[in-house]
């Protein structure tokens, strides 16, 4: 046997899950596909509330302390809201925090193989058998499958949504001066049926064009030539990057059930955790990486019963949020001019979104009155 667990993926959750497996004393093998220093399209927003989720300062992945949201419709109408706390969100580069994170997973006593892809995964004699794409077999008793959105080995467990739910995105990084860099902007009206975002970082922005109902693309090079000005920056400016969010659309197992999926959990974006309403997807990932860990880490003990806990705990920590921010993306996107009138514009919504993207508040907090206010303007 290889290792006690092998984490499929080095992202955020894939890194995290190796972290708190390897510090209590896990033989873990970290598996990434990608060469180190590739750069990851994403927008880099997270909450610095996760920090507490880890015991040793990320302080060194974060490039910006972000201390008030700007909202717009059609760069014009803004709103703009103070966020709580003394650091209550976070900037950061994916390459650098998933670097980061596996550095402390390897430190930690993990393993890490780079670059390296997980071709197959299959059970046979009590042991999962992970085939690599260099031809190598490599073999566990437990496995967290935490490759990304583009999983190909989460739905061939029969873990997350049999038919995933994705948003079109476009990430845009483009150097430059930023204006008020302790600003994150938030963009409506420009993007049928989704949103812009304008994240600052050192020497210049993470951009990004989402698309949330339907799945079709946005006319980015339409929307950027109009956002990109509006920020200083000429409108061609930057290199596209198109991808998919796999957000979050009902409740599903992540962990295996029965003999053949015994030991076998599903973390991160493969777990089609992202928010369908803001696209936020790192403090999931790192919430479901640790406490990926910690069921594993019981299991490997003993505990029969961990595996099933995972999926219910993370239904409780974070799916019965997104239950109720589901509802509101799948009315105020197809709404989204009364949704901007009666939702952000409202005196204690900015504030009530602030609270959401710092991880103070969940979107069952201030659901139902939100939907009920949109649902009555339509009627």
């Given amino acids: 046997m290889d290792a006690e667990v092998i984490v499929i993926g080095g992202g ?3 890194a995290a899950a190796a972290f708190h497996l390897a510090a209590r004393g896990r033989a873990v093998l970290l598996l990434e596909r990608e060469p180190a220093g590739r750069g990851k399209p994403c927008g880099g927003g997270m909450a610095a509330s996760v920090q507490r989720w880890f015991p040793f300062d990320l302080s060194p992945a974060v490039e910006q302390v972000i201390r008030r949201v700007r909202f717009s419709w059609c760069l014009e109408d803004p709103v703009v809201a103070e966020l709580p706390g003394d650091a209550p969100f976070w900037i950061v580069r994916r390459a650098r925090l998933d670097a980061f994170l596996a550095e402390q997973a390897v430190a930690a006593g993990g393993r ?4 390296l892809a997980a071709e197959r995964l299959e059970r046979q004699q009590g042991l999962w058998r992970v085939g690599l794409s260099d031809g190598e077999m490599l073999t566990s ?3 967290v499958i935490a490759d990304g959105s583009g999983s190909r080995l989460a739905g061939a467990h029969g873990l997350g949504p049999a038919r995933p739910r994705y948003a079109a995105t476009v990430s845009v990084e483009v150097e430059g001066e930023v204006a008020e860099p302790d600003t994150a902007r938030f963009e409506f009206g420009l993007v049928h049926h989704g949103f812009c975002w304008a994240f600052p970082r050192q020497g210049g922005w993470s951009i990004g064009v989402g698309t949330f109902i339907g799945q079709q693309e946005a006319d980015s090079e339409a929307v950027l030539s109009a956002l990109l000005p509006s920020l200083g920056l000429p409108g061609d400016a930057g290199v596209r990057h198109r991808g998919q969010l796999r957000v979050w659309d009902g409740h599903h197992p992540l962990h295996g059930s029965g003999e053949a999926g015994t030991g076998l959990l599903v973390a991160g974006d493969a777990a ?3 928010d369908p309403f803001l696209a936020e997807g790192l403090r999931p990932s790192l919430l479901s990486g640790c406490r990926a860990a910690e069921a594993l880490d019981l299991w490997l003990a003993g505990d029969e019963g961990a595996p099933a806990a995972y999926s219910q705990r993370l239904r409780s920590e974070w799916g019965e949020s997104m ?3 589901r509802r509101i993306a799948q009315v105020f996107y197809r709404l989204p001019k009364v949704g901007y009138q009666l939702g952000i514009k409202r005196p204690t919504a900015p504030r009530r979104i602030a609270q959401i993207l710092s991880g103070e508040m969940g ?6 009155r939100a939907i009920r206010r949109l649902l009555f303007q339509k009627s």
């Avoid at 890490?112 to 670059?115: A, I, S, T, Y």
């Avoid at 979107?363 to 139902?368: E, F, L, P, T």
């Fill in 12 to 14: 955020p959750a894939g």
């Fill in 112 to 115: 890490l193989l780079q670059p």
């Fill in 141 to 143: 008793r437990a496995v």
């Fill in 272 to 274: 089609s955790l992202c």
């Fill in 323 to 325: 239950a109720w921010g």
């Fill in 363 to 368: 979107y069952g907090d201030i659901a139902q």
